[in-house]
């Protein structure tokens, strides 16, 4: 089964910071309670960037470089049951950020 997750809709459509401490939209926040508990339930995961008023950097990379660092998946893992989807052009940029902060978490984890 699928489960899709729109980011703007579902979490915030102003999602910034790293750590829990940095507010309640923020990236480890959304890995832990968004993300992680989606991938080990559902065949995959859709995550939607649409709509959101953007993403920082620091959110990004915890919530999707987290993934490895955190939670040690792998690149066969992540490209099965992860799919990050983007329409728009703003959101394909953010889409593209947050593949590259996975993309380099497996390199430096020696999973790529």
Known sequence: MTKIIRIAQDFSDVPSGRHLA????????????????????????DVV????EGYGSS???E???GLVRAHGYTKEFLAKHLRLIAESR????????????IDEALVTAGRE
């Open 49 to 52: 960037f649409d709509d959101a």
């Open 22 to 45: 940095d507010g309640e939209f923020s990236g480890e926040r959304f890995r832990e309670e968004w993300l992680v508990p989606a991938l080990e339930k559902e065949d995959v995961v």
């Open 63 to 65: 919530a999707f470089g």
């Open 90 to 101: 703003a959101a394909q940029r953010y889409r593209r950020v947050a593949q590259s902060v």
């Open 59 to 61: 959110f990004l990379e």
